[in-house]
């Protein structure tokens, strides 16, 4: 008897933990964002608010895992790289419909990689400059020609701009230009992404319905996503969005101020979550000779930059700005970016810093200045604290405030000394930041002026390096000459913060920013 | 002059004044440091593709150039797109110009019916503890921002209480009203202040004068001494503060749609200003221009109406 009643009480919790495992269909879920998206076209769109929800409507050939570091089927069932990694060929998945009822064919794939890798188009195009043609082989299979082996083509086939669209729709939009039609196109998107745009109150609202054709099925076998529909609230003012979480009338927020989430936290109702993410922020220094105006730049001198990471006290300000929230960095890449290598130094140490300094002939002190962007309170914090940590080593910090667009002219233009700034991966993959960080001649080394020949070698060596452990070995040296070469004070870098309801299920944000509603549920 | 030359004359003087503000707007924002395409592109933006962005924007050109092109197209009834939102400026005022003109409208509304029962009794009631009451509330509404009331009245009324909603603007009438009355009670009370400190002072100063006095004499009954001798010459410098008022609330509301998170144009032209989107910059600021001509035409028209000495110069 008391074996059966064992056995009972195992049977009927394997049948519970079944019910629990599948997740609940259904259900409306209503999120506040802080902004409206803009355009949504993968390819010629600028801005996260478009970028990181995109991959809900359409799909790209591979796909993140939920970690930001790899790559899982997605349109393409597999891939395979041909011996002297120059041949690219996909295997497409079949029976996938587009939203519209319309099937997906090999004609789309290359289509929307033609468009993707047009010079011409958008900001994005760099990310997949290695394919020289696209060619169908057959009905299932597209076969991608390389000018080099490229290691970050799969994690470039995963990101939002490779994403297929519709041949024959998009082509059928209005306008004459590809700008035109993506303009009509993406009032009414068309993919084979999860949900279908049905409704867009630009600025207000946003409303995505389950798309009845997508081709992943849920943990019950059935097709996903499990939600019938999202609805985005735009609502700019953080005490407004946690309000109305709160008060229940959101199911989860995003960008929750960072002071708030230890009182999120506490709330019974909600999940508050810190997504791990590829955000970093850093003071970029010019490290040219002369600034701008002519003048000498005493942060050309490499001590001087040494002097002043190690006059910043990292944990004060992780304290002081993100509530305890952040990590240090150690490389100007984050830990969540694919082949980091943390790199030691820059310890707290006035000592050293004023060594340094006295080295580099400022032992009666010097003057810098900061550009931040007016009424950004994080930027506010962090130049307020420099300010006063590096006063105790004779350095005098002028704080500048300046409007958004002001202050990426002066950017742009090379007319700054310092400037606070943040980051955050569009690919699982290291090359994007290091080009914009570390390699002149994208855009200067985000307009540092940094240039050093063997880091640059080092970079062409590692964008052609099919074996993942050789490139992780390339990596570690080029984060170790940046790391010492201080073109940037190093800070911390931080996560994603995202209010849930308790009754909130699967959702993530991954690292590159994306949020990931596919497997989302309400679990009430 | 009769009333509709009148009427007439004031609308002509606006013309002029309307070309004056497209001229000055078209060039104002384009001498601010910055441009929309690297706005729109980022921080990562390489200069040839800013270059490429500057030329589909028709940026390229010289200004004068523009200037002639805004104009011709101003006159076949185009705005221009928006280079951030992708969409025609005109549409874009047309679905967001009305919340805005809603919430404006509804906050002058309560303002008035906060201001003129409230300053009828301050003042009848002088310096008792009604009147105290009455002026240190209103004293609190000229003091504190209005990002805060707003902040206090969502926190109390809308979570705590849960008798509005938390921000939003509702899709029919009867909802508009229900969601905006916590917003235009946060935007009206700065200007009931303002009213409720003009009126008072002027009821009190109409009370004293000889004609309410017969009028009291001629035992008329004090209901209608309020109502048609105090009150109508008591108002007549307050429709002008009113008048004046309104553009600041347009300023208000700017703060209250982003606090209520209402898709209004006060939000837009925030935005749009920060992200140099000119053609919308400059649509909203002519709408904004031609609004404010008319508010201040009509408030001489009612102050006309009100005070028959007014006449046209």
């Known amino acids: 008897m008391k074996r059966f009643v064992a056995y009972a009480l195992i049977a009927v919790a394997i049948a519970t933990t079944f019910v629990s495992a599948a997740s609940k269909r259904g259900g409306k879920m209503t999120y506040g964002r802080y902004a409206d998206s803009l355009f949504l076209d993968p390819v010629l769109n600028d801005a996260n608010v478009d970028i990181w929800i995109i991959l809900n409507l359409y799909d790209t050939l591979l796909q993140p895992t939920n970690d930001g570091k790899g790559t899982k089927p997605g349109l393409a069932t597999r891939y395979r790289v041909s011996g002297d990694g120059k041949t690219f060929t996909l295997t497409l998945r079949n029976g996938v419909k587009f939203s519209d009822g319309s099937s997906l064919s090999a004609n789309d794939v290359k289509f929307s990689l033609d468009r993707a890798k047009n010079p011409d188009n958008g900001a994005w195009n760099g990310l997949i400059a290695s394919i020289e043609t696209v060619t169908i082989t057959n009905p299932n299979t597209v076969t991608l020609a390389l000018k080099y082996p490229d290691p970050s083509l799969p994690a470039a086939l995963a990101t939002f701009n490779t994403a297929i669209l519709p041949q024959k729709q998009f082509l059928a939009s209005a306008g004459a230009k590809d700008q035109d039609k993506a303009k009509a196109f993406a009032e009414k998107p068309i993919g084979t992404g999860p949900f279908v745009l049905t409704d867009w109150k630009k600025g207000s609202s946003m409303t995505l319905k389950r798309n ?24 700019p003012d953080d005490n407004t969005r946690i309000l109305k979480l709160q008060s229940g009338e959101l199911d989860g927020a995003e960008f929750i101020p960072l002071a708030r989430v230890a009182e999120l936290q506490k709330d019974p109702k909600l999940n508050m979550t810190l997504f791990p993410s590829t955000e970093v922020d850093s003071v970029i220094m010019n490290n040219r000779p002369k600034l701008k105006d002519g003048s000498d730049n005493p942060l050309s001198n490499v001590k001087v930059r040494q002097a002043l990471n190690y006059a910043t006290d990292k944990d004060a300000i992780i304290k002081l700005v993100t509530f305890g929230l952040a990590k240090p960095s150690k490389s100007f890449m984050s830990s969540a970016t694919p082949l980091y290598a943390a790199q030691h130094g820059y310890m707290y140490n006035l000592e050293k810093a004023k060594t340094l300094l006295k080295q580099a002939g400022f032992d009666k002190g010097l003057e810098v200045s900061t550009m931040i962007v007016a009424g950004n309170a994080d930027q506010t914090a962090i130049a307020s604290a420099l300010q006063q940590m590096w006063s105790q080593v004779g350095v005098k910090l002028r704080i500048d405030q300046l409007d958004s667009a002001s202050n990426r002219a002066k950017y742009r233009a090379n007319d700054f000394m310092m400037r606070v700034s943040k980051w955050t991966d569009d690919i699982a993959d290291p090359s994007e930041i290091t080009g914009y960080f570390a390699i002149f001649k994208n855009v200067e080394s985000l307009h540092t002026g940094f240039q050093n020949d063997q880091l640059e070698g080092i970079f062409e060596q590692s964008q052609r390096e099919p074996s993942r452990a050789k490139r992780a070995s390339l990596y570690r040296s080029i984060q170790k000459i940046y790391f010492d070469a201080a073109p940037i004070v190093f800070l911390y870098e931080a996560p994603y913060p995202v209010a849930l309801q308790k009754y909130v299920k699967g959702f993530v944000q991954i690292p590159l920013g994306n949020n990931i509603f596919v497997n989302t549920s309400l679990e009430k | 002059m009769n009333r509709w030359s009148y009427i007439i004359m004031r609308v002509l ?126 004293q609190i509404g000229l003091s504190m921002p209005v990002f805060y009331i707003g902040l206090q009245l969502l926190t109390i009324l809308g979570a705590r209480w849960r008798l509005f909603p938390i921000g939003g603007y509702g899709e029919t009438f009867f909802e508009h009203l229900w969601y905006l009355f916590l917003p235009a009670l946060t935007l009206g009370f700065n200007l009931a202040a303002i009213l409720m400190r003009n009126l008072r002072a002027a009821i009190l100063e109409v009370l004293q004068s000889e004609y309410v006095d017969f009028a009291r004499a001629k035992g008329l009954r004090s209901s209608l001494i309020l109502g048609k001798h105090v009150l109508r010459n008591a108002v007549i410098s307050t429709v002008t503060l009113f008048g004046l008022n309104i553009g600041g609330l347009i300023g208000g509301a700017v703060i209250t749609e982003s606090v209520f998170a209402i898709p209004g144009v006060g939000r837009l032209m925030v935005d749009s200003i920060f992200g140099r989107d000119y053609p919308v910059i400059q649509g909203l600021t002519l709408t904004f221009a031609v609004l404010v001509s008319l508010t201040f035409i009509l408030t001489d028209i009612v102050h006309a109406q009100l005070d028959p000495r007014v006449e046209v110069t």
Not at chain 2, 51 to 78: C, M, S, T, Y
Not at chain 2, 83 to 94: A, D, E, Q, S
């Open chain 2, 13 to 138: 003087q606006v013309i002029p004044t309307f070309f004056v503000v497209m001229a000055l707007v078209f060039f104002m924002v384009r001498l601010l440091p910055g441009d929309p395409t690297s706005a729109i592109l980022g921080e990562r933006a390489t200069e040839a593709m800013i270059a490429r962005g500057n030329k589909e924007l028709g940026l390229d050109k010289p200004l004068i150039v523009q200037f002639g092109v805004f104009v011709g197209h101003f006159f076949q009834g185009d705005l221009g797109d928006s280079i951030n939102l992708k969409v025609p400026v005109f549409r874009l005022i047309l679905e967001r110009m009305p919340v805005t003109l809603f919430l404006t409208l509804y906050a002058s509304v309560l303002a008035v019916l906060l201001a003129v029962p409230l300053s009828f009794v301050a003042a009848l009631r002088r310096d008792t503890g009604i009147d105290s009451a009455i002026r240190g509330m209103f």
């Open chain 1, 212 to 235: 009845p054709n997508y081709w992943n099925k849920g943990d019950d076998g059935a097709a996903l996503p499990y939600l019938d529909e999202i609805n985005f609230q735009i609502i």
